[in-house]
């Protein structure tokens, strides 16, 4: 009868040390996977920013109009200089960028990222104004003058290097979140694709 006690005794005792053993190193891995998936969201909303990268333009043209009758033996011009100097803005708003954390897999997906804003802010100043009074400056004139500006301007940003520049800058606070992630053990996917490294962002 004494050695059935025993029995149970230690069969009692075996499975209460395997519960407490089960719960110790369960709670450790769920504690563990909380804090790394918290610390990656509190890296993905240090990044969620407005990425600004800025650019200086001047530009110089001529403005003509000529407001002609009775078949040209009587006409009208008007003309002028026009100094533009523009400050450009190329910016990525992170702050909108979509994801998802994939505890189970230890995982970020981006699911998107912003495309860039390009922000033309011109100061025009017009120089050596002519113009007559049956052909004067209007604002349509002036309308027409700021969108050739802003056209004009849009090819030079096209075949500088601001644009690329800027997306270098995003790719560097995108990089912050690929650090923390492999710190910790987990992985960023993109596209359907591992980042391993920053030059595998392909934007």
């Known amino acids: ?11 009692l005792l075996i499975l209460i040390l395997g519960f407490f053993t089960y719960k110790f190193f369960t709670s450790d891995s769920e504690s563990s996977t909380e804090y790394n998936s918290n610390l990656i969201q509190e890296q993905i909303k240090s990044v969620g920013k407005l990425v600004v990268t800025e650019g200086h333009y001047s530009q110089v ?4 109009d000529k407001d002609s009758y009775m078949a040209g033996l009587i006409s009208f011009d008007k003309k002028a200089i026009v100094v533009a100097n523009s400050d450009v803005l190329v910016m990525y708003d992170l702050r909108q960028m979509q994801y998802d954390i994939d505890e189970k897999n230890k995982s970020i997906r981006i699911i998107s990222i912003p495309k860039e804003e390009i922000k033309i802010s011109p100061d025009i100043q017009y120089y050596d104004v002519e113009q007559s009074k049956f052909n004067e400056f209007t604002g349509a004139d002036f309308n027409a003058i700021t969108k050739k500006v802003k056209a004009d301007l849009a090819k030079k940003i096209e075949k500088s290097t601001l644009k690329s520049n800027a997306k270098n800058r995003l790719i560097s606070e995108l990089s912050k979140i690929l650090l923390v992630t492999h710190s910790v053990g987990w992985k960023v996917e993109y596209k359907g694709q591992e980042i391993k490294s920053e030059k595998e962002f392909k934007l």
Do not use: E, S
């Open 61 to 64: 043209l001529t403005f003509k």
């Open 1 to 11: 009868m004494i050695n059935l006690y025993k029995k149970l005794f230690f069969g």
